[in-house]
């Protein structure tokens, strides 16, 4: 008895930790706008490129998710905006803010809350 309750609980962590490295957070996505910050989307280009969104939402997705209960105060302004239209026509858009830390930017979306993403993830 104690062998199978054993057994199952190792399924049970496998199959969260696999669920966590492989869940893409950013996927079903349309089109996508990356625009600087200063600017209005409707001057940028749209993209419907799938390499090109399949590229950027692979960055998205490797970046590490922040707790929900820390809320920065920035001092500066992000240095791009991207807005996400997913195929159900919901709408995301992240504000990317370069050099947040030491090799790092920080990427705050209006849905999901805090991302940080290092050089080397991207």
Same mark, same amino acid.
Request: charged share 30%.
């Given at each position: 008895?104690?062998?199978?309750?054993?057994?199952?609980?190792?399924?049970?962590?496998?199959?969260?930790?696999?669920?966590?490295?492989?869940?893409?957070?950013?996927?079903?996505?349309?089109?996508?706008?990356?625009?600087?910050?200063?600017? !209005?989307?409707? #001057?940028?280009?749209?993209?419907? #490129?799938?390499?090109? $969104? &399949?590229?950027? &939402? =692979? $960055?998205?997705?490797? &970046?590490?998710?922040? !707790?929900?209960?820390? *809320?920065?105060?920035? &001092?500066? *302004? !992000?240095?791009?905006?991207?807005?996400?239209?997913?195929? #159900? +026509?919901?709408?995301?858009?992240?504000?990317?803010?370069? %050099?947040? #830390?030491? %090799?790092?930017?920080?990427?705050?979306?209006?849905? %999901? =809350?805090?991302?940080? $993403? %290092?050089? +080397?993830?991207?």
């Amino acid at each position: 008895m104690k062998k199978k309750i054993l057994i199952l609980k190792m399924i049970v962590f496998i199959f969260v930790i696999g669920f966590n490295l492989f869940f893409n957070r950013f996927s079903k996505i349309e089109s996508m706008t990356i625009q600087r910050y200063d600017e !209005p989307f409707e #001057d940028g280009k749209t993209t419907t #490129d799938k390499e090109k $969104i &399949a590229t950027i &939402a =692979g $960055i998205l997705n490797r &970046a590490n998710n922040l !707790p929900k209960n820390i *809320e920065y105060k920035l &001092a500066s *302004e !992000p240095t791009y905006k991207i807005q996400l239209i997913y195929k #159900d +026509k919901n709408t995301e858009v992240i504000h990317v803010y370069e %050099n947040f #830390d030491k %090799n790092t930017t920080l990427l705050i979306s209006n849905k %999901n =809350g805090y991302y940080k $993403i %290092n050089e +080397k993830q991207t």
